[in-house]
């Protein structure tokens, strides 16, 4: 039975609540707590599903990130591999590998990567957007992604010998323009230097013999200066017998040093008594000095200007002392061993025409008469030559040289033959019709042998 009702209390008694009934039913409506979780979960909803979106569009964000470094790599690597020196042309070069890596279709919309060149560094950044898909709830509607990459460019050393023709059919107007286009050639190697340690250079100036210098250590000096009176021996030397004119090999004996090239006095060079004379001497033909290599610009330069044009082509010979000059054996020591990874070696073989052998010209074979090649016939000897200039551009091959040729203003066809089958690959073999073309030639090969000397 319940509480009587009191007046007061007469409404909730008709409601069936007694105040006892009331307080019990108040105080169990404080003290629930099934609702609250329900609010506290809707609560947390929202910063839980937002935080869902933000890490679906930062993996997006990231894997656009992830693209953009790898675009940027191909296209850092691509302008460092190439031979090409104008900034606009790499610019273009850079953004046709950087589209190729990172096509429009992609996720993101990339701006043009910002390109920064300097001697040894190819910097390159650039920036993407995409649309976000949740974090929008929130005012965020896209994220830009920033990538940049840094392709380092390792120098390396380079030695590389100019062996160029010094031979009468140069004359003066295409001795000019040997001299223009070699200069041409230096200046693209050395750019702003001028001198550089990781650069040696070597100039071989051959017509029928090689200078060699009078400071030469491996003559045969068996001859007697007073038969030469009042000449000296000016350092050109004659070819080596058997197959030693084919090879970079030092001297074993005595017997097997170089002689002194010294042309007798007789009716095709009559010098005796005639000191006078530019040519009636002992050593007429003889061209200016090899320059072994060197790091110095402008002992190259002076050695370019000297240069002069006479006498017939021996081109095996030329090209052989090229040869020793970048060799690491004697007689020229400066060149570094083949094995050494940090040099590139390199020819350049430029020659007007073609072998020549005379039984009016001595040479670094003496006179055709003389037999040292063992014919008196000047076709057959001729075909020796040839021989011997082939057999010289394997050997240097063979060695991991790298060989260029230029003809120039050659109309045989057995000299573009021959000089094409020397280059080590057929791109590297250019026949210059004309001086343009000359210069065209020393240029390309410039800027290809400046990329060797780039480690990538």
């Not at 030092?250 to 008594?273: C, E, H, I, K, M």
């Amino acid at each position: 039975m319940g509480m009587p009702c009191g007046r007061r209390s007469m409404r909730f008694c008709r409601l069936g609540l007694s105040p006892g009934r009331l307080w019990h039913a108040c105080r169990d409506f404080l003290t629930d707590r099934r609702g609250a979780v329900a609010i506290v979960f809707a609560l947390a909803l929202i910063p839980l599903c937002l935080a869902g979106g933000a890490a679906i569009d930062m993996g997006r964000a990231y894997l656009v990130k992830s693209r953009l470094g790898y675009a940027l790599d191909a296209a850092g690597l691509a302008v460092g591999a190439s031979s090409v020196t104008d900034e606009d042309e790499l610019q273009e070069l850079m953004e046709a590998f950087f589209e190729a890596n990172y096509p429009a279709h992609e996720l993101g919309v990339a701006a043009t990567p910002e390109m920064t060149l300097t001697d040894d560094e190819i910097e390159l950044e650039a920036t993407a957007t995409i649309d976000t898909t949740l974090m929008n709830v929130i005012g965020i509607d896209t994220l830009n992604v920033t990538a940049s990459t840094v392709i380092v460019r390792e120098t390396k050393g380079l030695e590389v010998v100019l062996v160029l023709d010094n031979t009468g059919s140069m004359g003066t107007t295409k001795m000019n323009s040997l001299k223009e286009a070699s200069r041409t050639f230096i200046n693209i190697l050395f750019g702003d230097s001028t001198e550089n340690e990781l650069l040696l250079v070597g100039i071989v100036p051959f017509a029928a013999a090689v200078n060699v210098g009078t400071g030469f250590p491996h003559l045969n000096n068996a001859f007697d200066e007073n038969d030469y009176d009042p000449f000296d021996w000016e350092g050109c030397v004659m070819a080596r017998a058997g197959n030693r004119d084919r090879t970079d090999a030092p001297p074993t004996s005595n017997n097997n040093r170089w002689q002194a090239f010294l042309w007798p006095d007789d009716r095709n060079n009559n010098w005796a008594g005639r000191n006078t004379s530019r040519w009636a001497t002992p050593n007429r033909y003889c061209p200016a000095e090899l320059l072994p290599l060197t790091s110095t610009k402008s002992t190259i330069d002076a050695k370019i200007n000297e240069m002069d044009s006479a006498g017939n082509t021996h081109i095996n010979t030329g090209l052989v002392w090229g040869w020793r000059v970048i060799s690491p054996t004697e007689p020229f020591t400066e060149g570094h061993a083949y094995d050494n990874d940090e040099f590139q070696k390199a020819i350049v073989l430029m020659t007007d025409g073609e072998n020549v052998m005379s039984s009016s010209v001595y040479s670094a074979y003496g006179y055709l008469s003389e037999r040292r090649l063992g014919t008196r016939n000047a076709g057959t000897a001729i075909r020796r030559l040839n021989n011997r200039t082939t057999a010289v551009c394997n050997n240097i091959k063979a060695e991991g040289i790298v060989i260029y040729t230029i003809t120039f203003q050659v109309s045989s066809n057995t000299v573009r033959n021959l000089m094409r089958g020397c280059a080590s690959e057929p791109d590297n073999y250019f026949d210059s019709p004309s001086a343009g073309e000359l210069q065209a030639a020393f240029r390309a090969i410039g800027q290809e042998l400046s990329n060797l000397r780039i480690g990538r």
